[in-house]
């Protein structure tokens, strides 16, 4: 079935660990984008990528990486610079072209202990 | 540059009465709108989308919403609730600008008593 995976669906990190997330997706989809959701606050832009090996800061990057190496694969790295990293993080997907459709992942459950 | 307004952070409705989520947006373009369901700890699932076609979208689940230029608006309605609904719901505005593609309303959380 195509669809975008993400993982881990949880993850615990140490403060002054860096952490990635995986985001895979097997629909041939030129643009990806990571969105952070914190309670009360919908969706917020991490990074987006609209090509392979190019990527672009959202409204909320600080503390986060990127890399986009392959079509398929957008990885999320948090790092120990991100101050309140805990929080629901979700992938997504899209084919360029204001009116197609979004298609997200399930989502990272990220806990700083 | 665009921007979603949700106009209620939470909607609550009795099992088989209407449900009425409101939404306004504002674009520089002719924009393309989207309704998206989250349920508890997982992704955001399409209901439905307005891409300058007909101005009353159907979607999944009995959901259907119209698009109103006049009054910015993109309001999503469903004739009878179900306990199933109980979710949050997005709407979220895109254009192709070149830049950030997509913006996102804060969500509505649709509560359903029996």
């Known amino acids: 079935d195509g669809g975008i995976t993400q993982s881990p669906k949880y993850l615990f990190r140490k403060e002054g660990q860096n952490v990635t997330l995986s985001c895979e997706q097997n629909l041939n989809h030129d643009a990806m984008y990571w969105y952070r959701q914190d309670p009360g606050q919908g969706l917020r832009l991490i990074y987006y990528s609209q090509i392979v090996n190019d990527f672009q800061k959202g409204d909320i990057a600080e503390g986060y990486s990127v890399s986009r190496e392959k079509k398929e694969s957008f990885p999320l790295t948090v790092t120990s610079a991100q101050k309140n990293p805990t929080a629901f993080y979700l992938c997504?997907?899209?084919?360029?072209?204001?009116?197609?459709?979004?298609?997200f992942g399930e989502g990272s459950w990220l806990t700083v202990v | 540059a665009q921007s979603v307004t949700q106009l209620d952070s939470h909607v609550s409705v009795s099992e088989g009465t209407p449900v009425l989520l409101r939404c306004n947006y504002s674009s520089s373009y002719s924009p393309s709108l989207f309704w998206y369901v989250q349920h508890p700890n997982k992704g955001l699932q399409l209901l439905l989308k307005y891409t300058s076609a007909a101005t009353l979208v159907k979607g999944i689940n009995g959901f259907e919403a119209e698009f109103k230029k006049s009054e910015t608006s993109f309001h999503l309605t469903k004739p009878s609730a179900h306990m199933s609904d109980a979710a949050e719901y997005f709407c979220v505005v895109s254009v192709n600008s070149g830049y950030s593609t997509l913006t996102f309303g804060k969500g509505t959380m649709l509560l359903v008593s029996p």
């Open positions: 997504a997907s899209q084919l360029r072209g204001s009116g197609n459709t979004i298609y």
